[in-house]
């Protein structure tokens, strides 16, 4: 949309999607194949998204005389569309958890575990490399 590019330019706002879902905590969906292993969740997720057609919820905000803000205050219409997109993008992940319910599962599974043998001192958290392996 070019509203969302204006308001970007204008107040600095980003309107980008991100490759982690508050839900999942630092895992990162690019990594993970679908359970057909075809395409990364991160690319089933902005499928789901696409087709739920956010652009129609967005457009009234896009057209409301709603104020912009500034670089260092983001005003009503930033805050509701970004809103907008949160709202579809978590709607767009409950709906790829149905889709993938063992892949997530286990991903989801092997994080908490990561992080509870980092907080009882087992390794650090966060290490990308000699990080425990899981068998499954």
Known sequence: MREMDRLARVTGATFTTG???QMTGDLDLRTVMTSDGSK?????WNEIYREMNPAE???PVAEADLPDGTYQHKALKVETMQAVIREYR???FKQLMVEEPDVLQK???ELK??????KGGMW???RRQNAPQFEW
């Open 113 to 118: 575990v990561r992080e509870a043998q980092a």
């Open 19 to 21: 490759y982690k879902h």
């Open 124 to 126: 650090d958290y966060g």
């Open 40 to 44: 990364t969740l991160f690319d089933r």
């Open 90 to 92: 978590d709607m767009a």
């Open 107 to 109: 991903k989801f599974v």
């Open 57 to 59: 919820a967005l457009l």
